[in-house]
Nanobody
Framework: VQLQASGGGLVQAGGSLRLSCAAS????????LSWHRQAPGKQRERVAR???????DYADSVKGRFSISRDDTRNLMSLQMNILRPEDTAVYYC??????????????WGQGTLVTVSS
């Protein structure tokens, strides 16, 4: 399974970006999808998660500004980021919990996409 993240870039504070993550390869079922980020000198943190049922949860720092979605027909996940702040600057990674036909879960990571928010 490969995850390809895209959509990062440079944006001014208050602006918006939309990140996408495309999954490919042999998959029986994608369970949870998440976006994480890692700022320079900081630990990686999860910012948003969406379950197969469509339930979502967000880090407190992005609630009300970020929105995660998924399209299982196309194996796509997106993160709409609005009202961006300089502190949102980080490398953003998508991850997926994928189930095989035996019910076993494996976690995969995308390669990361850089988001830079200027003040």
């Amino acid at each position: 399974v490969q995850l390809q993240a895209s959509g990062g870039g440079l944006v001014q504070a208050g602006g918006s970006l939309r990140l996408s993550c495309a999954a490919s390869g042999s998959m029986f079922r994608i369970i949870d999808l998440s976006w994480h980020r890692q700022a320079p000198g900081k630990q990686r943190e999860r910012v948003a998660r969406i379950t197969r049922a469509g339930s979502t949860d967000y880090a407190d720092s992005v609630k009300g500004r970020f929105s995660i979605s998924r399209d299982d027909t196309r194996n796509l996940m997106s993160l709409q980021m609005n009202i961006l702040r300089p502190e949102d600057t980080a490398v953003y990674y998508c991850s997926a919990a994928v189930q095989n036909t035996r019910g076993e879960l494996t976690f995969y990571w995308g390669q990361g996409t850089l988001v830079t928010v200027s003040s």
